[in-house]
């Protein structure tokens, strides 16, 4: 669906974005990390067709965004951070006026509409004017104007930025919806949501990108492995012996009480079934072996602290 | 089509907001105190001559309110952020402009048609020639082309709307007074008072004369600023 090929985008002397390659497949949801200014939203922008490459070539669905820039106007769906609205509008008025400018006649509007209003949440909303909804509202109405024409790949940069929890649980499933049948491409530095939403990731750093893949390759890419044990046997012994262990990094516990014992281990490379075989034969019962939450949180900052320049 | 789309919503746009009729209005109050000013106070006067004072205002005003009333057709835009959403659409430079000059021109004959009830009370207490009517209000209109042209220029160089009409304010005044730097200066440059926007062209029509050269004047200015206006919108996409 998406092919880029060394891209670099200039604004003036600064390099925002820096020989990045990587491809998208139909259907999928790929997520593009990084901290604020890394490049993210110039590489969306670039992909909606509102900025030329400085160097480097751009095709989706096949065709160059340089050369055939319009024919691909009405395959894309693009949702910028600040939903662009006209405020005196109601959401359907919105909508099918943008759907109109993609080209689609007054008929197909009407028989696509209740479906995008559907997908996008927005029953019950539909004659309300835009100024008066509430920002996870104008989010979806930003949605709904991405994907009216049925796009072949929808870009959506920061689309839960401002969000509440409750709102951000809702935009979830939605973008969920949206990846049916269509490529989508979402950038946030919202770690736990591109983990949750998304089958691949890229991190973006400096205006390169740093590395690509899912949460477990990503984690992999680090060389370390941090995981959370649960053990049978009394908690000071076993943190006494992770803490004695060469190629344990760091202990942090985590009493459960019982006769349990937890913590949280980081270890020197990934050793993680070597040295879980070690664990049993040091005679602590294995109870339970997890992923912390936030270890894709711990990878993308690994990543983002690597010297720029530098290989991972 | 697409020019129809981007003309409906913008025009719908203006009649949904208070900044249009507020313009209209206060133009509309202004030319209407002028014009009482002129019939009470000017003294016996031929109902032909009643009409050439109002067309001399009526210009003033139709400017203002063109200027005025284009103002926010990009800045506005810019400011908002919904540029991006035209600028992602498969609708061209070309089309967006004469949308927005579509839709400024369409709330500019409002303005215009809503002042023919002072002509009309000339026409009911006096004697005038329908023919002066119509020429005066085609100048009228050709005049609020132009102005809207020249505004949505303006318009495109800025994302605040308040500079958007300081600019299309200076270029305008500097137009009008094209005449007076030619009547200064020697041939072949004296040719410049061709291009005033009221000394060179309008007095025929406030005076019921249709010279093509004025209707070709105004429609040419029309046309220049309509595509330096698209050259501007082309240029900032591909910065």
């Known amino acids: 669906m998406i092919g880029v090929k060394n891209l670099t985008r ?12 990587f491809d998208v497949s139909d259907g999928e949801i790929v997520g593009v990390l990084g901290l604020n200014g890394a490049g993210k939203s110039t590489i969306l922008k670039v992909l909606a067709g509102l900025l030329p490459p400085s160097s480097g070539t751009v095709t989706i669905d096949g065709l160059d965004v340089t050369t055939a820039s319009d024919a691909l106007k009405s395959r894309i769906g693009y949702l910028p951070e600040n939903p662009p609205q006209y405020r005196d509008m109601t959401v359907t008025e919105f909508v099918t006026y ?42 979806r109405v930003g949605l709904a104007q991405a994907v009216i024409h049925d796009p072949k790949l929808v870009i959506l940069d920061e689309p839960i930025s401002g969000l509440d929890p409750a709102q951000i649980k809702d935009m979830r499933k939605v973008i969920r919806k949206l990846g049916e049948g269509r490529a989508v491409m979402i950038s946030s530095h919202i770690l736990t949501e591109i983990s949750q939403t998304c089958d691949r990731v890229l991190v973006i750093h400096d205006g390169k990108l740093k590395a690509q893949g899912t949460e477990e390759e990503l984690t992999r890419q680090l060389g370390d492995a941090r995981i959370v044990l649960t053990v049978r046997g009394d908690q000071g012994e076993f943190e006494a012996w992770l803490r004695a262990h060469p190629k344990v990094e760091d202990v942090v516990p985590r009493p459960v009480g019982g006769a349990l014992a937890s913590a949280i281990v980081d270890l020197e490379g990934d050793i993680r079934e070597s040295f879980i075989a070690e664990i049993i034969g ?26 720029v320049g530098g290989e991972l | 089509m697409n020019v129809l789309l981007v003309a409906r919503r913008d025009l719908a746009s203006y009649l949904n907001s208070a900044s249009g009729y507020i313009i209209v209005s206060a133009l509309l109050f202004i030319l209407g105190l002028l014009f009482n000013a002129l019939s009470y106070f000017a003294g016996p006067a031929y ?63 409002i303005f215009v048609l809503l002042t023919l009830y002072m002509p009309l009370l000339i026409l009911w207490n006096g004697k005038v020639a329908l023919g002066h009517l119509a020429v005066g209000y085609l100048g009228l209109l050709l005049v609020g082309s132009a102005g809207t042209a020249i505004g949505n220029f303006g318009s495109a160089l800025s994302r605040s709307q308040v500079v958007a009409a300081v600019l299309s304010g200076v270029m305008v005044t500097f137009m009008m007074i094209l005449g007076e730097i030619g009547s200064f200066s020697e041939a072949p440059l004296d040719a410049i008072h061709y291009l005033d926007l009221f000394d060179a062209h309008f007095p025929a029509f406030q005076g019921g004369r249709l010279e093509l050269s004025g209707v070709v004047f105004y429609a040419s200015v029309t046309a220049v600023f309509l595509w330096l206006t698209t050259q501007v919108l082309k240029g900032r996409r591909w910065q």
């Open chain 2, 47 to 109: 109902s032909h001559e009643l009409l050439e004072a109002f067309f001399l205002y009526g210009f003033g005003t139709t400017l203002i309110a063109a200027v005025l009333l284009s103002m926010r057709s990009f800045a506005e835009e810019k400011s908002q952020g919904t540029d991006v959403l035209l600028e992602t659409a498969p609708i061209s430079e070309g089309e967006v402009v004469l949308g927005k000059y579509l839709a400024g021109v369409g709330m500019v004959s």
């Open chain 1, 98 to 139: 943008i759907g109109r400018l993609k080209g689609m006649t007054a008929a197909q509007v009407a028989k696509r509409l209740p479906e995008v209003i559907e997908t996008c949440a927005l029953r019950g909303r539909e004659h309300q004017v835009i100024g008066t909804l509430s920002h996870g509202y104008k989010k």
């Open chain 1, 282 to 307: 040091a005679g602590f019962g294995i109870r339970l072996v997890e992923v912390p939450d936030d270890e894709l949180e711990e990878a993308f900052l690994g990543l983002t602290r690597a010297p």
């Open chain 1, 10 to 21: 200039y604004y003036g002397d600064f390099r925002a974005v820096h020989d990045v390659s």
